[in-house]
């Protein structure tokens, strides 16, 4: 997709199952499996949809999937994909892990992080991209690297520290142009440091909302995942940038969506909002 200045393009960061009520959280199975039908284990299927920003000769990358080196215990429960993904998506569209300049990292769950850090030959734990910064809002790396007991399920130091040790964290603070045209939005919610991203070239805006609205079927205030952090702060924040893309014509770029990559949405007075366009890929 052409987006003023920027060329969007989805890789894979690679797919996985998850199960369906965690999705959800309070919303009642028999509605949730209306609109994302489960299979026999009750799992649902799941996207790490990554993006790919050139502008001009500049390379970006928001998040990076879960990578090649989940334990295969977890790797097996949630049928996420072997080797690696990412690397092998940016390849198809002629992108070597080198090129790449920067990576925004949206939070640091292992699903949107993973990717950032390989195994060499040597087994030895590197940067994937050993030539970008990796953008990540302070009060997140902070958080992750706390050890607070209450976060461990959530986080690990061990995903994000060798970057840090590498000299690659470029942390920033708050809602502040990261890069020209690319704006964190930091919303909270699913983690109290989460960032969305809007990008805006040339009168045209996409919003990158991430884990505040994972998928189409999140659309709705009170439809949020049972892992967010701080639910009310999704169910307030989710509508009001939702209202803001439907209102200002905005695409919608979803990270979790098997189906659906992008979305412009409109206003419907029954269910909030609906899906008015939609894309399969960029
Ligand atoms: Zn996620």
Request: charged share 25%; hydrophobic share 40%; net charge negative.
């Amino acid at each position: 997709m052409q987006l003023g200045q920027f060329t969007l393009e989805t890789v894979s960061g690679g797919r996985f199952k998850t199960d369906g009520g965690t999705m959800f959280g309070v919303v009642p199975r028999a509605l949730w499996a209306k609109v994302f039908p489960p299979d026999e284990s009750n799992m649902i299927d799941q996207a790490t949809n990554c993006l790919l920003i050139r502008s001009g000769s500049e390379l970006i990358l928001i998040d990076t999937g879960y990578g090649s080196r989940l334990p295969e215990s977890q790797r097996r429960r949630t049928s996420s994909e072997e080797g690696e993904v990412l690397l092998e998506s940016l390849s198809g569209v002629g992108v070597s892990p080198e090129d790449i300049g920067t990576v925004i990292l949206t939070h640091l769950h292992y699903d949107h992080i993973g990717g950032a850090l390989r195994e060499d030959e040597s087994g030895q734990v590197v940067p994937t991209f050993p030539n970008a910064a990796h953008v990540v809002q302070a009060g997140e790396f902070e958080w992750a690297t706390s050890g607070r007991e209450e976060l461990r399920a959530a986080y690990s130091a061990d995903w994000v520290t060798p970057l840090a040790d590498a000299g690659l964290l470029e942390l920033v603070e708050g809602d502040i142009e990261l890069r020209p045209g690319i704006h964190s939005i930091v919303t909270g919610g699913h983690a109290k440091h989460h960032q969305a991203l809007l990008l805006d070239s040339d009168g045209q805006q996409a919003l990158y909302i991430a884990d505040l609205c994972p998928t189409t079927r999140h659309l709705k205030s009170l439809w949020c995942m049972g892992y967010d952090e701080e639910v009310l702060v999704t169910r307030r924040r989710k509508p009001e940038l939702l209202g803001r893309a439907a209102d200002e014509g905005w695409w919608v770029l979803f990270d979790h969506d098997p189906e659906t990559v992008a979305a412009r949405l409109e206003r419907d007075p029954r269910s909030e909002f609906t899906v008015a366009e939609a894309l399969a890929s960029l």
